[in-house]
């Protein structure tokens, strides 16, 4: 039998990494792989939960097909890597941290995965991504008018509003792999 494939997606600052950080123990806990992304940021603010490398050697790692699925945005790549379709082949779900621009190429590879739109009420999410303080205030007003890009363009989706408090967020989230 086959894994699931769940696909986090959402605005920046709306806490797709805070969430899985969160979620870490009960995911694993209930067998859900979650994958570590390879991104092309400092080592100091891609924290532990990806890998950090320079773009030459994302270009080396894409061209040596070491990525289920590939994405460029913000000025940064973002990887995948290919170890996950051993996890979904094996039977394991599979949580991916992925972009709501890259949504139908996943969907296309993917085409049974359970797709998660993170969500928080625009004056919140201004706020978080300030008070996040990685970006330059020019970097989040380019995210935040990144945005409007997607505006009703998504389908099939799960919904799910993270302005409120993050633990609420976890339960919904392990409800929705839960259903
Ligand atoms: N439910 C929440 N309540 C309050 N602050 C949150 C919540 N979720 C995330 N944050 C904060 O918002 C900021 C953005 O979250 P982050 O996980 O980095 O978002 P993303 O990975 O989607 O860009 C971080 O500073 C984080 O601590
Ligand atoms: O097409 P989009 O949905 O806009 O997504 C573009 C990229 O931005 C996010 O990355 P990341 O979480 O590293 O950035 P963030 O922390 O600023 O959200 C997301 O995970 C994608 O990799």
Same mark, same amino acid.
């Given at each position: ?58 270009? %080396? #790692?894409? /061209?040596?097909?070491? +990525?289920?699925? *590939?994405?460029?945005?913000?000025? &940064? ?65 380019? %995210? #935040?008018? /990144?945005?409007?890009? +997607?505006?009703? *363009?998504?389908?099939?989706?799960? &919904? ?20």
């Amino acid at each position: 039998m086959k894994g699931r494939l769940i696909y986090l997606i959402g605005p920046s600052g709306s806490g797709k990494d805070s969430l899985l950080d969160a979620a870490r123990e009960r995911l694993t806990a209930r067998g859900v792989r979650i994958a570590r992304r390879v991104i092309t940021r400092s080592a100091e603010a891609v924290g532990e939960s990806a890998e950090a490398v320079s773009h030459d050697e994302f270009d %080396r #790692l894409e /061209r040596s097909g070491a +990525f289920a699925m *590939s994405w460029r945005a913000n000025e &940064l790549a973002y990887g995948i890597p290919l170890q996950i379709d051993q996890w979904l082949a094996a039977g394991e779900d599979v949580l991916v941290n992925g972009s709501r621009a890259y949504f139908e190429q996943a969907r296309q590879r993917y085409p049974d995965m359970l797709t998660v739109l993170l969500s928080v009420r625009p004056e919140v999410l201004r706020q978080r991504l300030l008070k996040r303080n990685r970006e330059t205030p020019e970097q989040i007003e380019a %995210r #935040l008018a /990144r945005n409007a890009r +997607f505006e009703d *363009s998504l389908d099939e989706l799960f &919904l799910l509003d993270n302005s409120g408090d993050l633990q609420e967020s976890v339960d919904k989230l392990l409800r929705l792999i839960d259903r």
